[in-house]
């Protein structure tokens, strides 16, 4: 029995890939949308910078709407997760999901990136109650002259830094050891912008009654905040497109044409896995922009 070749396999089910998959199907377009269910969008507790959205949307909310409207064009997605890709000598792209062969003539990664998150007890637990962001070019502006903290290493989270001051001067430069990494170039940097700089051991996060969050030192200092940023950068989910021999940059971001696709015909990319500017409406305009160009190019073919 032949295997069925699909006309898109799409990997990562956040809005990049339910954005491509809503796409293809009303091209009416064979698709097969594989989540790991480990999309970065899962962690926002609530964003008022989606347009369309004035009183604010969840991440998992957003992504339920998106999965729903996929379903109206008898789209879904499909728990589970590719382990490997590779071309076939016909030009077609082979996936093993979970053991599985799947056959493609197009690839769609929307794989995008991990967070790095300090190794620093309470975290987690405030982070699942919105205390603790990634963003704030999503969300900067809602802590507007609030008193912000910032976990952060070496260049990038200066410049995470230099950043937030657009939204308060009430900044503070948390250096744990093993991740800041500041160089007197760097700390002169934070000095001259009057950012305060905390350094030294940690010993946890707790939620202050107030509901602060108190940053607990091991000198038994303790410092509160509104919010807290990690700014420790993030790991790309682009492994998959790397082993086929796709190009990339130092950070391991996929490098696109302006139709989204990679130096691999025939395998596109949307969202952060892509060295963009990682905002939701980014990526579901890429994702847009990649799911014409593909069903563009099978009509071509």
């Known amino acids: 029995m032949a295997t069925q070749v699909l006309d898109c396999l799409i990997i990562g089910g956040g809005p990049a890939g339910l954005t491509a998959a809503i ?112 963003c704030p070019i999503c969300d900067g502006f809602e802590f507007t002259h609030q008193q912000i903290g910032i976990i952060g290493s070496a260049e990038h989270g200066v410049r995470e830094s230099l950043f937030i001051k657009n939204f308060s001067r009430n900044l503070s430069f948390i250096g744990l050891p093993g991740y800041a990494q500041l160089n007197e170039e760097l700390t002169r940097q934070l000095r001259d912008q009057q950012i305060n700089l905390i350094s030294g051991p940690c010993q946890r996060l707790v939620k202050s009654d107030q509901g602060l969050i108190q940053l607990e030192m091991a000198d038994g200092q303790t410092h509160h905040f509104d919010v807290l940023y990690c700014a420790l950068g993030t790991k790309v989910r682009s492994q998959l497109a790397q082993e086929l021999g796709a190009h990339c940059n130092d950070s391991g971001c996929l490098e696109v044409d302006p139709h989204l696709q990679t130096s691999i015909p025939g395998l596109y990319a949307a969202g952060d896995v892509t060295d963009r500017l990682s905002q939701l409406a980014v990526a579901t305009g890429q994702a847009a922009i990649a799911a014409t160009a593909i069903h563009n190019s099978l009509s071509a073919a």
């Open 23 to 134: 796409y293809l199907r009303r091209f009416h377009r064979d698709i097969l949308l594989v989540d790991a269910g480990h999309s970065r969008a899962r962690l926002i507790p609530l964003t008022h910078n989606y347009p369309g959205f004035a009183d604010g949307i969840s991440g998992p909310d957003l992504l339920e709407r998106m999965r729903i409207q996929l379903s109206h064009m008898d789209g879904q997605v499909t728990p589970g997760t590719v382990h490997q890709l590779r071309r076939t000598p016909d030009g077609l792209f082979q996936a093993d999901l979970d053991g599985l062969p799947v056959v493609a003539k197009r690839i769609l990664l929307a794989t995008g990136v991990v967070d790095i998150d300090p190794n620093l007890e309470g975290l987690t637990e405030l982070r699942n109650q919105g205390l603790i962001r990634y």
